[in-house]
C-alpha cells in the first residue's frame, strides 16, 4: 500500500478518530494509519477494572455522544472500545490497519511517512499515538537485582493473578489508586509514592477537570493540579471505605527480595506494580524533531515549531487543554484541522 494525500493521521484511537471526523468535514483528501488490529486504540489495552473519569454523557467524540452503560456511572474500557469501533463505522472513517508508522521523513514540499506496508507522501502530518506504548520506569537502584516480579500498568490486568502475594504498589496518580483498590482485596500490599496522595472531591470527575483545565488555559483560574491528582471513581471510594488508602514515602532501592527506604529499613514483596505514568510515543518522528528525547516537543497549538508541517495531537496538556481525554481530543482536533485548512487554502 502506498499513496499520496492532503493529510496523513498516525494513529487511530480516540485522538487520530477526532481528527479524522474534522478532516471529512472539511473535505480534505486523508488516511489515519493504525498500528492496532481492530478499533479501540489504548482502550483496548486497559485492565479489567478500568473505569473512565466521566459520565458518558460528559465523554463525547465530535458530532456523537458515547451512549451511556446499564449499570454504570463511569463506562468501563470495554465500553469505551465499543464507542470507538462504532464511532469510526458511523462516520466511514478512512481508518487503514495494521499498518505501523516506521519514520516521518521531509522530502521537499512533502512530508515522506514509511511503513512496514508502504511509504505515503502528504501535505501535512497529524501524529496522535498517544503514550501507552511508552511506558516509564523510574530509575530507582536495584530494579535488575530483585528477584521478584517487576510489570508496569500496561502489563497489570487483575488482582486474581495476585492472590496471596506481597505486593509493592508504587505510584500516587489514578491508575496506582485503582490498581491499589483492586489488589487491595486478595494481597499483602503496600503503597509507595512520591509525595502524600491528593485526592479530589467526590463530585469532581472528568467534565469538571475538563472545564478547570480549559479556564486555566485563558487565564482565568488555576489548573487541574490544584484540585489533586486522583479522581475518586467508584472502585477508589470504596477501598477508602475500607480504610486502605494509605501510603509510605518513596523506596529508595530494590533489594533481591524486596524493598527498602531511606532509613534502611527492608520489607519483603513478591511483586512490584510500576504505576508510574507514560512519554509520548515520537520515535517515529525522530527525523522530524531532532531535539526530542523521549519527552515534550515544541508546539504551539498542537503545531510543531521544529517542523510546521507536523501537528501533534492528544499528548497531554502540552498539546491542548486535556488533550489526552475524549472530550479534550474533539476540540483540539478542531483547531488543529482548521489551521491545516486555512493553510492549504492559503
Known sequence: MSGSCEVVVVGGGQAGLAAGYYLRRAGLDHVILDAQSQPGGAWRHGWDSLRLFSPALYSPLPGWGMPGQDGEDFPSAGHVVDYLRAYEQRYDLAVRRPVRVREVRPTGAHLQVQTNAGVWSARYVISATGTWQCPYLPDVPGRE???????????YASPAEFRGQRVVIVGGGNSGAQILADVSQVAEFTWVTRRPPRFMPDDVDGRVLFDVAARKASGAGGGVSELGDIVMVPSVRDARERGVLHARPMIARLSAHGVCWADGSEQPCDAVIWC??????LAHLAPLLPGWRHGTAPTDGTRSTEEPRLYLLGYGDWTGSASATLVGAGRTAKATVADISARLAG
Open 276 to 281: 508510574t505514568g507514560f512519554r509520548p510515543d
Open 145 to 155: 537485582e530483585f528477584t521478584g516480579r517487576q510489570l508496569h500498568t500496561v502489563d
